[in-house]
C-alpha cells in the first residue's frame, strides 16, 4: 500500500505537538489506560455474532499537553459468513489552555464490511471546550482539516482532503458515565462525499477500576463498493477496565 507524500510530511509535525514541549517542562506524567470488551448475539430471523474490543491509553503531561492513543477491533457474523473484521488505530495528541485546544491526528483503519484494505488519515485542527471540569465532564468542539488516503478491495484508491467536525460529551453522575463522540467528515471538493461516525457509551461503576458497559456505534460513508452497505448500526454489552 502506497501513503501519499504529503501524509509523510505531516507525521513528524504531529509527533512534535505533545513532545516537543515535555523536555522544556519537568511535570508529571500521568498514564490512564482503560479497555472494553463487548459483544452481541441474536438467532432467530438473523443469526448473528459480533465481538468489540477496544483500548485507549492517555499520556498526561505537565498542565498543558496530552496525548490519547484509541484502538479498536471488531469481528461479526451473520448466518455463520464473515460480515465484519474493522480495525481501528488513531492517536490524537493535543495541547490546552483555558477552553482553547489545537489537536493534530494521525489514523489507520481497515475494513470488510466497506471493502477497504487500508486508509491512513493525517492532519492539525483548533478546537474549544464549551465545558470541562476536575471530574472530567466535557462538551466540546472541534475542527480538523485532514488528507486521507483510502484503498479498496478492487484495488482502487481515493486521495482526498476532508474537514473533519467533531462533538465530544462526556458526563458522569454517581456511578453513571456517559461518553458520546460524533464525527461528520466532508470532502473539501464535493460536500455530496461525506462520512458520519456516532459512538456512544453508557457505563454503569460497580468499582472504580470495573463496570458494566451499552455501546451504540453508527457509521455512514456515502461512497463504497457496489455491493457494500453505506451505513451500519452495531448495539453491544460488556464490560470495561481502566486506571485512574
Known amino acids: 500500500m502506497r501513503v501519499p507524500t504529503q501524509l509523510i510530511l505531516l507525521f513528524p509535525l504531529l509527533l512534535l505537538l505533545p513532545f516537543g514541549a515535555y523536555a522544556q517542562r519537568p511535570d508529571t506524567t500521568i498514564i490512564r489506560y482503560g479497555g472494553q470488551l463487548t459483544g452481541q448475539y441474536t438467532s432467530g430471523g438473523v443469526n448473528r455474532t459480533l465481538l468489540t474490543t477496544t483500548h485507549n491509553v492517555t499520556l ?27 480495525f481501528l488505530f488513531n492517536a490524537t495528541p493535543y495541547y490546552w489552555k483555558g477552553h482553547f ?8 483503519e481497515r475494513s470488510n464490511l466497506r471493502g477497504i484494505t ?101 457509521t455512514f460513508e456515502s461512497r463504497v463498493l457496489e455491493g457494500k452497505s453505506r451505513d451500519n448500526t452495531n448495539l453491544t454489552l460488556g464490560v470495561a477496565f481502566s486506571t485512574k
Open 118 to 218: 487500508g486508509r491512513v488519515q493525517l492532519g492539525l485542527g483548533p478546537g474549544w471546550a464549551f465545558y470541562s471540569d476536575s471530574l472530567g465532564r466535557e462538551v466540546s468542539l472541534s475542527n480538523l482539516f485532514i488528507r486521507e488516503a483510502t484503498y479498496f478491495q478492487d484495488g482502487s484508491e481515493r486521495i482526498v482532503s476532508r474537514s473533519s467536525l467533531r462533538l465530544k460529551l462526556v458526563y458522569s453522575y454517581r456511578v453513571f458515565s456517559l461518553n458520546s463522540t460524533t464525527f461528520y467528515l466532508p470532502n473539501l471538493s464535493g460536500f455530496t462525499d461525506y462520512r458520519v461516525n456516532q459512538l456512544t457509551s453508557l457505563a454503569l461503576r460497580f468499582t472504580p477500576r470495573f463496570a458494566i458497559t451499552a455501546n451504540y456505534l453508527y
Open 60 to 86: 498526561l503531561r505537565g498542565k498543558h499537553f496530552g496525548a490519547p492513543v484509541n484502538g479498536s477491533f471488531s469481528y461479526g457474523k451473520q448466518e455463520k459468513l464473515l460480515k465484519e473484521r474493522e
Open 101 to 108: 485546544r489545537a489537536y493534530g491526528i494521525g489514523g489507520y
